[in-house]
């Protein structure tokens, strides 16, 4: 029985598989936690999405920022023409379900047993866990509701439907979309804990008046550990005790990573970007 993390998919199934394989994960005993973005960029988000699916309550997922992104695009709220690797997503038979239990997945994810925290981006260095959690909660409360629309848009008003009511005024709204930020598109932070979404690139070349988020002292309890995806380009850049980097680039030709928890062994393996 082994609990395993593994970092950004991003659509490439044939990788996926061969990880599972070589770990030789059996869903019946195993347990497979991924960090949000199994979709986009690569050539199989459908197939990958259906995998983890099936898997059922022996996967436990985040949302990151690309499956927002699909979210938004199948309740017709990105009016830009979307990429192409979503068109057969939003073309499969079994969209409505596949979009209904990407709705019902959470931002957060802790084991208080096995002091874990995992989140698509990381945790602000401003917030304890009680904050997290609650933060998490009011866009998950959104997403399962029945106006799951609403944190996607910019304006909005009182919104009523015969089965449920939310009200939410415009600064609540800012206030969630930027607590979205936080959990699936933070790389780098001021001292005040404000985001930067200027510079994506490795430490070493940042601009001398923002920090990775990992690098300021931490209000979260330190006997947790974070584990996180979406930052490709920290590669083999190293973070401080207890925080746990898995995106290694595989829809871009790097690796795809895995972290067995039970012995913190690291496994990658290469990957071939998409033609």
Not at 73 to 96: S, V
Not at 117 to 144: D, F, R, S
Not at 157 to 179: A, C, P, R
């Amino acid at each position: 029985m082994s609990t395993y993390f593994i970092g950004d998919v991003h659509g490439c199934y044939k990788n996926l598989r061969t990880m599972l394989d070589r770990i030789r994960f059996d869903p019946n005993v195993d347990t497979l936690h991924l960090t949000g973005d199994l979709i986009a960029r690569g050539p199989s988000s459908l197939e990958v999405l259906r995998l983890v699916y099936n898997f059922h309550s022996s996967a436990h997922l985040v949302l990151g920022n690309h499956e927002l992104h699909l979210l938004k695009t199948y309740f017709g709220m990105d009016h830009k023409n979307h990429k192409d690797y979503f068109n057969e997503i939003l073309n499969a038979p079994d969209l409505e379900e596949l979009m209904y239990w990407l709705r019902h997945q959470p931002l957060l994810y802790i084991d208080e047993d096995k002091k874990i925290i995992m989140t698509h981006a990381g945790i602000n260095p401003n917030w304890n866990i009680c904050a997290a959690k609650k933060y998490a909660q009011e866009i998950e409360e959104i997403l399962v509701s029945d106006c799951p629309y609403l944190i996607f848009k910019n304006i909005y008003k009182d919104v009523s439907t015969d089965s449920h009511q939310i009200q939410i005024n415009k600064k609540k709204l800012e206030q969630v979309q930027e607590y979205i930020n936080v959990f699936t598109r933070m790389r780098y932070v001021y001292l005040n804990g404000q985001l930067d979404f200027k510079y994506k690139g490795a430490p070493k070349n940042a601009p001398k008046n923002i920090y990775p988020w990992f690098s300021l002292k931490k209000m979260i309890d330190p006997t947790y550990n974070i584990i996180f995806g979406h930052w490709a380009a920290l590669k083999n850049i190293q973070v401080p005790s207890g925080i746990y980097g898995l995106d290694s680039g595989c829809c871009w030709g790097g690796a795809l990573t895995l972290l067995r928890w039970e012995n913190k062994e690291i496994i990658s393996i290469p990957c071939t970007p998409p033609a």
